[in-house]
């Protein structure tokens, strides 16, 4: 905590906080929901935080967490005591406790007492705390437990049954009943009890899965003040105990800094990445000391709650120590329990048109509760039977099984994606996959293989490059050899070496081979010839193995690692040779970094020319170099060596170059990406010119389209911000077209993660209409990454990020549809999981996110139109005083609509990703263009039966005076009952539309013979009605087969009515209207834009710098 750090102060007032983030009063969650909670008061021991870590001297005084209770609130209670009273105010939400900030005025994250921390700080607390202090932060921070809720059955039934759904459902049943509907209220209760009963099931299921997940309690060993020692329960872990890790592993309790020793710990469980990371102490002394401990910045040094440490490493027989810096919800694994427990709403405009949908049905129930009331009071109907009658009118409009019929799409999709090894863990998402307009693509690991092959060295001579060396155990023993074999961060596991790819065929091209010391065997037989303690010895490869002319017999020792940073781009260790005194450093990381860190004589002129050369041509380029570090002598002086120091002054020693080959399938993917008009974009940590020549190599940038680099700077002392757009020089061996009219006209932006950091604070103007033409972003960070998604989304792009889970956590989150390559079968990081490591299901989920909004927009066109066919049956029906019999609903409502809702949504994507988009939104003239004519259809088709049928000669008027069911079977039931069968038939014929986002009709087997069956029990029903079925369902024998034949000719007709009709909305209509929307701007923020540069072929200014004004930057600020 800084100058500004808060007490948490106050008495115990009753009421509820809001959660108020700074000095701004809010009452939202992260997702901009509000809330309320309870607040709590708990009584605290005087001076509980005084030597808390965070705290400045003039702090440390005073409690930093507690405080008196305020004199004038709490003036009785003073009186009362005759004492000052420490009390904490605070209040749980989400798993999160917030507690009072005095000085911010505010409820805040009880983590927010962890901020502010500094290496230095954190390395204090190896002493640990002491009793008082660990029970006062105890009551402030809480037990270490992640719980998940798992609620009662008892309590889930009446949460479900206040459910809207199933309230109408109730409601429904009592006055089906009233009315007489005995089978079918039966029939409903029955099968609504048994989907409650399931629905109840699954969710407790889960909830206890989640739980047994998140629940974790171990026994640690705790160092206290006092110098003893203490064997507790993880559950008592607070933010500044100091723990011991036992060196065969553990499962981390907490999120916690690694102070001494080193860790190999597997965090496949947070990232989905399976291959072990290597975690080394926090740094201390010199100027790490002061830098604010930050576990993103520091992850490195980090042990996360939740991931299993494989092993650990002690130095010099110390224990393995490390600081608890977070707990409970607060740790990265309780992020997680949360963020599935309380995901992200998925904010989807077909959803709240399909809310809005349904308002609009019970406007239309009201108005025709109103017409059957005026008809049954004209026919004298008794006030009891017309408000029973009016109210039933409601259950027929508003259809209640809606919502579980909209969700059939998505589930087929999930159980289809599932087959082709893409795992979904937020089914919502799917149908947001149908309306990808972007995808942004990691390099390494997704375009390309994860594995990098050593194509050769190049070392220097004289200050000049040599020739390449594609063997690099030829070298002769020197530095090169030396940093190709020690600069990594390989260890031992189980005798196999384990560690980053990269570093991994390194150094077995060296033929080089790690060497480190089980605790059981004691030091490392040869130590003796280093005179210190060492990490790890590097032995050469056995003679036999060497090559003729080079033999290698001395091994190398490994002090220290400095651990590759993302934001550093690099990673070093010092090392010691046998008989040296000294010790040497050596650091391998980017070309340009390593470049600046060297002394300028050491670095070759033609060091960009090489480096531009071999990028160009596609391989990965890495720079190494190294310096004698004469002060240091030990192991013991090597812990004490600050990492700015050591890396700074360095000698150039060359280039390693690895070749990253590009996947089959990269390629053929882009193009039928690029070919249906959803566009690829390629977000890598790798080099600029690397990532062009990939880009150029998957088809992401055509033969002839033209690349041009955006390079920004940062403002100087004497002029502003600015950028410059200038033309990429083509890759050696290829054709350069003559003039400019050679290109096709496509124009691709390419930048790297400096000049977007300087575009964001500087050129907010100017960056919407970059990120419109961009396509490559190199030497990209993890939050820089994430950055650009959130950018891109701002532009209203429906964003896809495919990635590893490792680095692109945070832009696999913050997409839109996020889908993680990994060999788990749910990724955490990410809604989408393949454990297919290649990017063929991109196009796959697209064409089932297509294919699942076309099926549910299908299925609420059918539903919605279900409901309109039985209102209107029903309505003409009143108005002559009948309805339709018991059975005659049950028949429609189970056996033919519901088997038909469930089974439509079983038809498969389309084998063709096109470039046509399926329609959004459901509140659209298409889509209410369709339900309004074929509405009007369907009413005039059963107008025009019922006329047909009245005029016939041998037709006999029923009963008026008495209602349903007392003068039932008649003609006119009976013949709407036949036709509005049809009806419900034919219309799940045309809202099964195929082509061009799903398979045919036909394709549907299973659908398809339900269809046939359907078709024909119906013409049986109409032709020659028997004995059972016709009473059963109360149907009035015909005895005219002309007249029959008549209602089959007009139910055909119907059909081909419908079918021409669905047609001609689809390729007539809807064309018409896309003309006319031409003229209109579009609500899409980037199709405007689009619009705007495609009138501007000039743009952007080529090798003509532009510099920031004074506006932009303030757009930012």
């Given amino acids: 905590m800084g100058a500004d750090s808060s007490r948490l102060l106050g008495g115990p007032r009753p009421g509820y906080g809001t959660l108020q983030r700074n000095t701004e009063p809010s009452c939202m969650d992260r997702f901009g929901q509000r809330f309320t909670a309870r607040v709590q008061t708990e009584m605290l021991g005087e001076g509980s935080l005084e030597h808390h870590p965070g705290a400045r001297l003039e702090d440390r005084k005073s409690s930093i967490a507690v405080g008196v209770a305020d004199e004038e609130e709490s003036r009785d209670t003073i009186r009362l005591h005759q004492e000052e009273r420490n009390v904490l105010r605070y209040y749980l939400f989400e798993g999160l406790r917030y507690v009072w900030m005095e000085r911010q005025q505010a409820y805040c994250r009880v983590s927010a007492l962890d901020e502010g921390w500094t290496c ?30 798992v609620k009662s059955y008892a309590k889930l039934l009446v949460e479900e049954v206040l459910n809207p759904f199933y ?7 009592v006055l089906w009943v009233c009315d007489a509907y005995y089978y079918y209220a039966a029939c409903i209760f029955l099968i609504s009890t048994i989907s409650l009963g399931l629905s109840l099931y699954e969710t407790r299921k889960q909830s206890t899965t989640l739980r047994n997940m998140a629940r974790m309690s171990i026994s640690i060993r705790v160092h206290r003040a006092d110098g003893e020692e203490a064997m507790v329960s993880s559950a008592e872990l607070v933010p500044g105990d100091c723990i011991s890790l036992p060196l065969d592993g553990v499962l981390v309790p907490c999120d916690a800094a690694l102070l001494t020793g080193e860790c190999m710990v597997n965090e496949s469980m947070l990232t989905g990445e399976s291959v072990p990371v290597l975690k080394t102490p926090l740094p201390n002394g010199g100027g790490a000391a002061g830098t604010i401990y930050s576990p993103k910045e520091h992850q490195r040094h980090t042990l996360f709650c939740g991931t299993h440490i494989i092993q650990a490493r002690s130095y010099v027989g110390q224990e393995v120590l490390a600081v608890v810096t977070r707990t409970g919800f607060c740790t990265a694994k309780g992020d997680l329990i949360s963020s599935i427990l309380y995901p992200k709403p998925v904010t989807f405009k077909f959803y709240k048109d399909a809310v809005k949908f349904v308002l609009f049905l019970a406007v239309l129930a009201f108005i025709g509760t109103l017409y059957s009331m005026l ?17 039933d009118l409601i259950t027929v409009i508003v259809p209640p099984a809606l919502p579980a019929a909209m969700t059939v799409g998505s589930i087929y999709a999930q159980n289809r994606l599932k087959k082709r090894g893409i795992f979904c863990i937020s089914p919502p998402r799917i149908n947001l996959c149908g309306k990808i307009r972007l995808v942004c693509f990691d390099k390494t ?49 189980q005798g196999q070496p384990v560690g980053d790819p990269v570093d991994l065929k390194m150094v077995e091209s060296t033929g080089w081979r790690l060497e480190m010391a089980e605790e059981d065997e004691g030091e490392l037989p040869g130590l003796q010839c280093f005179g210190t303690k060492v990490l790890a ?16 017999r001395s091994p190398v020792a490994i002090l220290r690692r400095f651990p590759f940073s993302s934001s550093l781009q690099r990673m070093s260790v010092l090392t010691k040779h046998p008989g040296d005194d000294a010790c040497w450093l050596y650091i391998k990381g980017a070309p340009e970094v390593v470049a600046s860190l060297c002394s300028t004589e050491t670095v070759p002129a033609d060091f960009s020319q090489v480096l531009r050369h071999y990028t160009a041509d596609g391989f990965r380029v890495l720079a190494l170099a190294c310096r004698p570090l004469s002060a240091v002598r030990s192991f013991e002086d090597a812990l004490q060596l600050t990492r700015d120091a050591a890396e700074s002054s360095l000698t150039f020693l060359g280039f390693l170059v690895m070749k990253n080959v590009l996947k089959l399938e990269s390629a053929p993917v882009i193009t039928l990406l690029r070919n249906a008009g959803v566009r690829p974009v390629m977000v890598t940590g790798d080099n600029m010119l690397t990532a062009v020549n990939v880009a150029r190599s998957c088809c992401m940038v055509g033969p002839n389209e033209r690349v041009v680099f955006v390079t920004a700077s940062p403002p100087g002392r004497d002029q502003p911000a600015s950028v410059k757009f200038i033309p990429a020089e083509l890759s050696q061996g290829e054709k350069q077209p003559e003039d400019a009219q050679q290109w096709d006209g496509r124009l691709h932006l390419a930048m790297n993660g400096k000049s977007f950091a300087v575009l964001q604070e500087h050129f907010a103007d100017l960056l919407p209409k970059i990120l419109v033409r961009a396509t490559v972003f190199a030497r990209m960070s993890p939050e820089q990454k994430t950055q650009l998604v959130c950018s891109l989304q701002e532009l209203d792009y429906c964003v896809g990020m495919c990635g590893d889970g490792a680095n692109d956590c945070g832009a696999l989150k913050a997409a ?61 029906l009143y108005t002559i005083n009948t309805n339709l019999s018991d059975f005659q609903f049950l028949f429609f409502d189970l056996i033919i609509t519901t088997t038909v809702a469930v089974l439509m949504g079983r038809t498969g994507p389309a084998r063709e990703l096109g470039v046509r988009r399926p329609q959004g939104a459901l509140i659209s003239v298409p889509v209410l263009g369709s339900l309004l004519l074929q509405t009007a259809l369907l009413i005039t088709v059963q107008v025009l039966s019922y006329f047909i049928t009245v005029s016939q000669s041998w037709y006999v ?64 029903l109409t032709l020659y009605p028997l004995g059972f079925p016709k009473t059963l369902l109360k149907l009035q024998g015909i005895d005219d087969l002309n007249f029959k034949l008549l209602l089959l000719g007009i139910a055909t007709l119907n059909f081909f009515a419908a079918f021409v009709l669905e047609t001609a909305l689809d390729y007539g209509l809807l064309g018409c209207l896309r003309k006319l929307r031409r003229k209109k701007a579009s609500s899409k923020l980037f199709k405007r834009l689009e619009k705007d540069l495609s009138q501007q072929p000039s743009w952007p200014p080529l090798n003509e710098p532009l510099f920031a004004t004074p506006r932009m930057s303030i757009a930012v600020r």
């Fill in 120 to 149: 230095a700080e954190l390395h204090l607390c190896r002493a640990g705390l002491g009793q008082q202090d660990h029970s006062s932060r105890r009551k402030i921070y809480g037990p270490n437990l992640i719980e998940v809720p």
């Fill in 167 to 173: 309230i109408f459902q109730v409601l429904s049943i």
């Fill in 375 to 391: 008809i049954m009071v004209k026919n004298q109907v008794p006030v009891g039977q017309i408000i029973i009658r009016a109210l």
């Fill in 445 to 493: 690991g997704t375009l390309t293989e994860e594995g990098l092959d050593v194509w050769g060295v190049i070392s220097l001579e004289d200050g000049r490059f040599m020739p390449i060396i594609h063997e690099p155990r030829r070298l002769p023993s020197g530095p090169m050899l030396h940093a190709l074999a020690t600069c990594h961060s390989i260890t031992l596991l």
């Fill in 537 to 552: 010895m590097m032995n050469p490869p056995p003679e036999e193995e060497q090559p003729p002319d080079r033999k290698h």
């Fill in 816 to 876: 839109d549809v996020g889908i993680s390559l990994s060999e788990a079968e749910a990724s955490v990081a990410s809604p989408f999981t393949s454990c297919r490591a290649n990017i063929e299901c991109v196009p796959t989920v697209i064409r089932e996110g297509r294919c699942s909004l076309v099926t549910s927009f299908g299925v609420f066109k059918y539903m919605a139109l279900y409901s309109l066919v039985q209102f209107v049956s029903v309505l003409l």
């Fill in 957 to 1020: 008027p029923l009963n008026s005076t008495v209602t349903a069911p007392q003068n039932l079977p008649n003609y006119e039931n009976t013949v709407l009952f036949c036709i509005s069968g049809f009806q419900y038939l034919i219309l799940a014929v045309a809202m099964s539309k195929g082509y061009p986002f799903r398979e045919p009709l036909y394709t549907n087997v299973l659908f398809l013979v339900v269809l046939m069956l359907l078709f024909g029990l119906l013409i049986w």
